[in-house]
């Protein structure tokens, strides 16, 4: 069965699959019935405009804003309004918009909090001298406390605590947001990297030429809807999405 | 404090000091006795103190709900005991039996005050709380009627001291020798449940429970993404706060033998609260030791006071009162001066206020 929308074949391999998702934010239906599907391995971003409801989409995923209608299915089973901590001990991790990091615990207090769910204590040691391998940023600074880290370096910490706990699924929401250029540059690297690694991830990112640049496929949001939906090479090159998104004109 | 009672880094001087303090606290109450027997019941109240500031602790300094009513749970354990053992009811339960109740039942008060507030945070969850903890003193000042509980504010009178077997705590008797008052009595009694108060909270501060709280407390919605099931948690810091405060109510009704709703004013509810702040949030012994402090030295005051004013200038100029008030707020303006996260900073809070700056 081949989506004609999505070009993407089948859901049978779909870790994350949402069917006429509806959310609503503040009285206002943000989330206006959406398909869309991430497969195991892939790195899929969803891209948009400031409020077209990206974030309002990410937050009905991991339960922090109710879905109003349609249904979330993940690794085959629905999880429609299932709370963010329960998502988490499946798997399913999230790194939630503006980093959220602990401001006052230290790197290496932060990560271990991202393995709260596990009790494998020699293996999380382990895991964490990985995350440092990842970001050698961060072992430079392991007891510094993550408020003193800049912008850059907070979203590393976020992604690296974030895959401490062992995720199949990565939920990333504006990882470049607030920062300086050449930082973005690098945070496009580390998810990546991080997708390299083998884990899954949906990006939900404003600079669409970064995020269809490491993308396998897009999918363009617009005013609470899907408007368009593919391979991310072809999507980079679509006019529509040039003129729209990339700041180039039509013609 | 820290560097001296740590047992790993400074063994032997660790070990030292924890047996002087051990000795200094098995002959406390016979060195105060010796001065009157009214500095033991202030060492004792003072001790319940310290149990209530290490219970809101554990709502506000680990799990960072402010708690502006934290008194009513104290209130709850005393009405409980009083009730179950005295001659209002006729009822007369041992004091092993009612305290857990009453632990239970300001346990389920404390789940039944965060259950409407999780969504709260901040000035509103103090409002709420304050409301809540004006609202059980109501309640207890009023339910004498159609039915009469709680006998309104004439209060509870004849509550039955502490028992076991033969051995009332209220009775004085010589034992080996030394004059073993009631409040003596007590204070060991309190000595053994402030040990284990500590302990609980020096195991919980270093539990998964209390590494949520500290992810609680730093940002919800991450400590969510954590995987930690925030609800849970909240109510459980609820629930376990109000239920040592529960038992410290239980205590005090039984020491008291006489207990009404003029005891849990809101007044009282700030003071422990100040306690918890002025020592330093977070930390036990920081809160240990501003509990002591705000206990002492207003009964200090009260003796020194008067006096010394008879002797500078003849007569009275200034009601003990004042000066304890002035003081109060003087040292409080100076603590957020000069050491705004307490007395006794917790690592953690030193830390947030640094990267807050």
């Known amino acids: 069965m081949s989506d004609p929308v999505t070009g993407s074949s089948g859901s049978a391999s779909a870790l994350l699959e949402l069917s006429k998702l509806e959310v609503a934010y503040g009285g206002i239906q943000a989330v206006k019935g959406i398909d869309l599907h991430v497969d195991k391995g892939e790195l899929v971003c969803l891209i948009g405009a400031n409020g077209a409801g990206k974030t309002t989409t990410l937050k009905g995923i991991c339960g922090l804003q109710p879905v109003k209608r349609g249904t979330i299915r993940y690794d085959g089973k629905d999880i429609t309004g299932r709370p963010a901590f329960e998502l988490v001990r499946n798997g399913l991790a999230m790194v939630p918009e503006g980093r959220g990091v602990f401001g006052a615990l230290t790197i290496e207090e932060n990560l271990a909090m991202g393995a709260y769910v596990r009790d494998d204590r020699a293996a999380i040691a382990t895991d964490i001298e990985r995350i440092f391998h990842l970001f050698p940023r961060l072992k430079e600074r392991r007891r510094q406390t993550a408020g003193t880290l800049s912008g850059g370096e907070q979203q590393m910490l976020a992604m690296g605590r974030a895959l401490l706990s062992k995720p199949r699924l990565l939920l990333l929401d504006e990882p470049s947001m607030g920062l300086a250029p050449l930082m973005v540059q690098k945070v496009f690297e580390t998810v990546m990297t991080v997708s390299q690694e083998g884990v899954t991830i949906l990006l939900i990112e404003q600079n669409a030429k970064l995020a269809l640049e490491v993308s396998n496929r897009g999918y363009v949001m617009e005013s609470g809807a899907i408007t368009l939906a593919g391979d991310a090479k072809t999507l980079l090159h679509d006019p529509a999405v040039r003129a729209a998104y990339l700041g180039e004109s039509a013609a | ?357």
Not at chain 2, 5 to 21: F, V
Not at chain 2, 133 to 158: A, D, H, K, W, Y
Not at chain 2, 317 to 333: K, N, Y
């Open chain 2, 1 to 357: 404090m820290h560097a001296l009672l740590d047992l790993k880094q400074n063994p032997r001087t660790a070990w030292i000091g924890l047996a002087l303090i051990g000795v200094a606290l098995v002959v406390l109450p016979f060195a105060l006795a010796a001065v009157g027997t009214a500095w033991v019941r202030i060492t004792n109240l003072a001790i319940l103190f310290v149990l209530l500031s290490l219970g809101l602790n554990i709502v506000v300094g680990f799990a960072g709900l402010l708690d502006l009513g934290y008194i009513a749970f104290y209130a709850v354990g005393a009405y409980t005991y009083a009730l179950l053992a005295s001659p209002h009811f006729n009822l007369h339960l041992p004091f092993w039996i009612v305290l857990p109740i009453g632990a239970a039942v300001a346990c389920f008060f404390g789940a039944l005050l965060g259950a409407p507030t999780l969504k709260l945070r901040g000035d509103y969850l103090a409002i709420v709380t304050l409301g809540f903890g004006e609202i059980v003193r109501i309640f207890m000042n009023n339910l004498s009627q159609p039915v009469n509980i709680t006998n309104g504010p004439q209060g509870i009178t004849l509550i039955d001291p502490f028992r076991i077997g033969s051995f009332s705590f209220a009775e004085r008797e010589t034992i080996a020798g030394l004059d073993f008052t009631g409040p003596v009595k007590y204070y060991y009694f309190l000595i053994v449940v402030l040990l284990a108060v500590i302990v609980i909270n020096l195991r919980l501060q270093n539990s998964r429970i209390g590494r949520a709280w500290e992810a609680i407390r730093e940002d919800e919605i991450a400590a969510r993404a954590m995987g930690i099931n925030t609800r849970n948690m909240k109510l459980l810091a609820f629930a376990m706060g109000a239920s040592f405060g529960g038992v410290s109510g239980g205590i005090f009704a039984a020491t008291q033998g006489f207990i009404s709703p003029e005891s849990f004013v809101l007044v009282e509810s700030i003071m422990v609260l100040s306690m918890v702040v002025l020592g330093g949030m977070g930390n036990i012994w920081g809160v240990i030791l501003g509990a002591v402090l705000l206990s002492f030295v207003p009964e200090v005051l009260r003796y020194t006071v008067a006096p010394a004013q008879q002797a500078l200038f003849g007569r009275l100029l200034i009601e003990p009162e004042v000066i304890r008030m002035l003081l109060f707020g003087l040292a409080l303006v100076l603590m957020m001066l000069f050491r705004p996260a307490g007395i006794l900073p917790s690592a953690l809070r030193k830390r947030e206020l640094e990267s807050r700056k």
